[in-house]
């Protein structure tokens, strides 16, 4: 499915589309691609949120399959060995950022269907080094969603200092959301649901919140940690008011509208801290892996055939969809 010109998902851009199997370096795995989900990003590219990298452009960075072959140089993994890739697949390895241990900043970093082409497709190419192992007991079906809704809701929870046993607000609630709620309640926390949507309200609770709702006035209790994942600026001063002191936010989402004024005693005060999330490092896709797996997380997918993935993120878009929509290919 690819991306000619950038426009409202409902104008349905992407474009089945017949496409040379892609040429794979030394150092490259050439995949083929079983299942990939379908994430906010996507969307945000698609209709332009996002500049355009690479046009044509094939989306998606969920993405799960079997290696079948491998330049000369790889020695991870073997052919018919199931692997996994995300967002990051390139970084320098020698700038700061990078000898740093805080590879997610690299200044060259290059992103899997944004500056290279994705998985909304049969095969797709990978780094070696930026692939991951797929973890015993998960399908590749329900592996898909911890590729980035995973990985990206992790390094988000292990930014938000959440103490144990905390209270842990979550702003929106799609598929980053759905998988940390799981985490977050496996460790032992408490959480809390702001989402104007009824539906995801109820399915939060099925999967165990402590409370839903959708204003911030009605919590029951203040929050040690909040995590905002609706791309929306608005949310935050709310987010900010819901916490106790000295507490933190942390924004999730790689594009969000305009932060309206804040002020200072009211929202910032009292020691509380606002971080964002910036990517992930290949450590965070490793550590999230290994702790769904320890936990048997269940991510909560809908699937969909690969010609459908317009229909796919227009009920995205339309907060239709519990948990993660996921393409077959």
């Known amino acids: 499915m690819v991306l000619f010109s950038q426009e409202a998902i409902e104008n349905r851009p992407l474009l089945l589309s017949e496409v040379s199997v ?21 969307l945000h590219i698609v209709e332009g949120d996002l500049p355009l990298k690479t046009a044509p452009l094939i989306p998606g960075h969920q993405v799960v399959g079997t290696i079948v072959e491998k330049g000369n140089s790889c020695r991870r993994f073997n052919v018919g060995d199931c ?4 967002w990051l697949r390139f970084t320098c390895g020698n700038c700061a950022y990078c000898k740093s241990g805080r590879e997610n900043l690299c200044e060259n970093a290059r992103y899997t269907g944004y500056h290279e082409q994705g998985g909304y497709a049969e095969f797709a190419v990978i780094p070696e080094a930026f692939a991951y192992p797929i973890p015993p007991g998960f399908s590749e079906a329900l592996a898909a969603p911890l590729l980035c809704a995973g990985i990206i809701g ?23 959301a759905h998988i940390i709620l799981q985490m977050a309640l496996s460790r032992g926390c408490h959480v809390f649901v702001i989402t104007r949507s009824k539906r995801h309200q109820e399915f939060a609770l099925q999967l165990g919140a402590d409370w839903a709702g959708s204003q ?10 909040a995590i905002v994942f609706a ?6 001063p709310l987010a900010l008011q819901s916490i106790d002191k000295g507490g933190t936010v942390v ?8 932060i ?54 227009i009920q995205l878009k339309q907060g239709k969809i519990d948990g993660t929509a996921v393409l077959k290919i």
Do not use: W
Request: charged share 20%; net charge negative; aromatic share 8%.
């Open 260 to 313: 309206p004024a804040m002020h200072y005693e009211e929202h910032l005060f009292h020691e509380k801290q606002l971080l964002s999330v910036e990517s992930n490092t290949r450590e965070d896709g490793m550590a999230l892996l290994n702790e769904a797996a320890k936990i048997s997380l269940k991510p909560h997918i809908q699937v969909f055939p690969l010609s459908e993935a317009n229909e796919a993120l």
């Open 251 to 258: 924004l999730a989402g790689i594009h969000m509208s305009d």
């Open 216 to 225: 911030v006035e009605a919590l029951p209790k203040k929050l040690d940690s």
């Open 83 to 86: 692997v996994g890739f995300g």
């Open 22 to 42: 892609p040429a794979y370096g030394n150092f490259d795995l050439l995949v083929k691609v079983s299942y990939c989900g379908v994430c906010r990003t996507d």
């Open 154 to 176: 992790y390094r988000a929870l292990s930014r938000s200092h959440l103490p144990p046993k905390g209270k842990l607000g979550i702003f929106g609630f799609g598929s980053s």
């Open 231 to 236: 791309p929306a600026g608005e949310v935050v």
